[in-house]
């Protein structure tokens, strides 16, 4: 997916710089010395998100051309039976966001922690809203079970007060995911009051929010810290897993893939599979076996639900 130059070393007059906004076709890159420099790629290349180190040449002042994209460290896409969508590149973090209300999607959370397992991306489940005291006890209820599997949850009132959420975005590049209605804005707005992202309201009937974010920005929280919103989680599709690797996308299961009596055991019937012989015994919770073969089912493992984002 990415282009890259066979010379390590940069060209004689190129700069370098790293994607701070994308806008379809026409990205932002912000150089070295904090220029903004207005890019396009060459030619019809593509594959370009938020988050990349690229090389670029100037064209004239404040426009230039994406030349090449500098190795990535790591890359968060989703894809379905027809493309892929970048949504972000050396992230080192994705912080979950879900909400006391309205209701949120436990499909979501499963299928952005498989995306992220093979990337080495750490994770943060935030769930905001928590001044909302019965239903922060229902959502936790939920959420007690991705605790238990070593991710930390973290609750907050981003209207109120988000300083707990600082010291985990210290020395991350972070991107945000959750569905609209979350607070995914509002949490950012307050974070960096310039941002300035437009948020809305949410309908309690159809218990959904609305779709605010228009464009992938990034903005830097410190000297060493930077969190990318995106508005490109809407389906949030893993066609691009190979059913035989969907299992590693599931942490739990690790420590018994390999002891299976069989060596393609796709964890499903087969006898002496030793995944559901943890689950029986306890190990693991039957949820997230039922999570990995609904995806497993699947012949698009991209998300069905028109909410999310």
């Not at 930390?152 to 210290?170: C, G, N, T």
Request: charge should be neutral.
């Amino acid at each position: 997916m990415s282009i890259h130059r066979k010379n390590a070393k940069n060209s004689v007059g190129y700069l370098i710089g790293q994607i701070v906004a994308a806008y379809g076709r026409h990205f932002s890159v912000e150089t070295e010395k904090g220029e903004i420099v207005s890019c396009v790629m060459r030619g019809k290349k593509g594959g370009v998100a938020c988050g990349d180190r690229v090389e670029l040449q100037l064209t004239t002042s404040g426009q230039g051309v994406i030349e090449a994209i500098k190795p990535r460290k790591s890359l968060l896409y989703r894809s379905d039976s027809f493309k892929e969508k970048i949504i972000a590149a050396n992230v080192t973090q994705i912080i979950i966001v879900v909400a006391a209300v309205p209701s949120f999607s436990e499909e979501l959370i499963n299928r952005c922690l498989v995306a992220v397992e093979s990337e080495n991306i750490e994770v943060l489940i935030v769930l905001n809203k928590a001044d909302l005291a019965e239903p922060t006890r229902a959502a936790m209820d939920i959420l007690s079970l991705y605790r238990e599997l070593g991710y930390p949850v973290l609750q907050l009132s981003a209207l109120k007060d988000i300083s707990a959420l600082r010291p985990y975005l210290q020395g991350h590049l972070s991107v945000l995911a959750g569905q609209s209605g979350m607070g995914k804005s509002t949490l950012l707005n307050e974070l960096i009051p310039q941002a300035k992202r437009a948020t809305a309201e949410i309908s309690v009937a159809l218990d959904s929010g609305c779709h605010t974010t228009t464009h992938s920005q990034l903005y830097h929280v410190d000297a060493n810290s930077d969190i990318i919103d995106s508005p490109g989680i809407q389906e949030y599709g893993l066609n691009h897993i190979k059913d035989e690797n969907l299992a590693w996308g599931f942490i739990e299961f690790h420590s018994y893939i390999g002891q299976c009596k069989f060596s393609n055991c796709r964890h499903t019937r087969e006898p002496g599979c030793a995944v559901m012989l943890a689950v029986q015994a306890g190990k693991i919770h039957r949820k997230r076996l039922d999570f990995y073969h609904r995806l497993l089912r699947q012949d698009n493992l991209s998300c069905s639900s028109s909410d999310l984002i």
